[in-house]
């Protein structure tokens, strides 16, 4: 089936806001390792949330294993083909909030591309349905990234791969770390959270190098990596956290797509995704400021900023100079674009910009092969 292109985006908000008559349903799946080698057993949670709809009454967890023929083909010209069911839950007087986990022991064979789906049906028979694809490794790709979270087509969502820096010497750690950035960084700003089955994440196969001051080394596989919109190479070194004024990413021209971030650094993730997919300028001085033509978080003059503050959820008396810098933000403290640490969410005018280059990227046309679910 082909969805429009538009409906891919509207998903994420289409799982909060429908499902049924004046209810939702929200379905979160997740596996680990999330990039197993082969025979690795595989453990996959679902979290479920809903409201209404009178209650989850079905959860089901389907698998489609697809052995990857040719190395060229890319993840999403494969067909699913026919579904196997993993594992069903059919609690009784189920809570609103629940997380569901199953493991899958002895994995998979090499050279496989694994779909899941999670299915969920409402006491009133509604279903929502969310899909996710994954290679087993290595990833017989011929210098393309590994799929390890993927919900759609790439010209649909925002593919973000991450890179491991050239020093990393633990690439299990690395893996793991990839793994919280989806889930603890990317997942959890409230509002890319919204959006959440439009981004698709890979790991990739050749390593980049994180450069302190200066430009970030590209991965020798660089023409394969034209089709994402954000490069993330994730380091080791612990100068970013130490001296974050002096974090040096890259990320004050988004068109250079690449960032790093310490591996660890969930806020770091956050905050430089917010400038190379989101144009996102920073919010404190010594930072990249630039003030974008539609929906802006940083302003030449005070007085643009104060006539905005009201369009934008904000006091006019909000608006305020950078520290020194010459430019205005109307964004509270706190902000994930002043700041680089874990936990924090984009103040409501960030936000309004992320749905902006949310609604922008999934409207772009496509012109790719189409699979038949
Ligand atoms: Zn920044």
Not at 72 to 95: F, H, I, R
Request: charged share 20%.
């Amino acid at each position: 089936m082909h969805t429009p292109r538009y409906c891919l985006v509207m998903l994420g908000l289409s799982v909060l806001l429908m499902g049924c008559q004046g209810g939702w349903i929200d379905v979160a799946p997740m596996h680990y390792p999330i990039y197993p080698t082969s025979g690795e057993s595989v453990g996959y949670s679902v979290e479920v949330n809903s409201g209404g709809c009178g209650g989850v009454q079905r959860v089901t967890l389907y698998e489609s294993v697809i052995t990857i023929k040719k190395s060229s083909q890319k993840w999403w010209t494969y067909n699913p083909g026919p579904e196997t069911v993993l594992k069903e839950w059919k609690p009784k007087d189920l809570p609103d909030s629940s997380e569901y986990g199953w493991w899958k022991m002895g994995g998979y064979g090499a050279d496989r591309l694994v779909r899941y789906r999670v299915e969920v049906e409402a006491a009133d028979g509604t279903t929502v349905s969310q899909e996710v694809w994954y290679a087993i490794r290595p990833y017989p790709g011929l210098g393309h990234p590994a799929p390890v979270y993927c919900q759609g087509e790439p010209g649909w969502v925002f593919d973000i791969v991450f890179i491991p820096d050239k020093s990393l010497t633990d690439l299990d750690l690395f893996r793991t770390q990839c793994r919280y950035m989806i889930l603890d960084a990317m997942f959890a700003e409230s509002t890319i959270g919204l959006f959440r089955n439009s981004f698709n994440f890979y790991i990739n196969p050749q390593p980049g190098t994180a450069v302190e001051k200066g430009y970030h080394v590209f991965p020798s596989n660089k023409a394969n990596l034209t089709f994402a919109e954000a490069l993330a190479v994730m380091h080791g070194h612990t100068w970013s956290m130490v001296k974050p004024g002096a974090r040096w990413i890259d990320c004050a021209n988004p068109a250079f797509r690449i960032f790093s971030a310490y591996q660890k650094d969930r806020g770091a993730m956050v905050h430089e995704a917010g400038h190379v997919l989101f144009g996102l300028a920073d919010e404190y001085a010594e930072g990249g400021h630039h003030q974008e033509p539609i929906l802006p978080n940083n302003w030449k003059k005070k007085a643009d900023a104060q006539a905005d503050a009201p369009k934008r959820g904000k006091p006019a008396a909000n608006a305020r100079e950078i520290d020194g810098s010459g430019w205005y933000l109307i964004c509270d403290p706190g902000c994930a674009m002043q700041h680089c640490t874990a936990g924090l969410d984009f103040d409501t005018p960030c936000a309004e910009r992320v749905v902006y280059k949310m609604v922008e990227n999934a409207q772009q046309p496509y012109s790719g092969p189409h699979y038949s679910p």
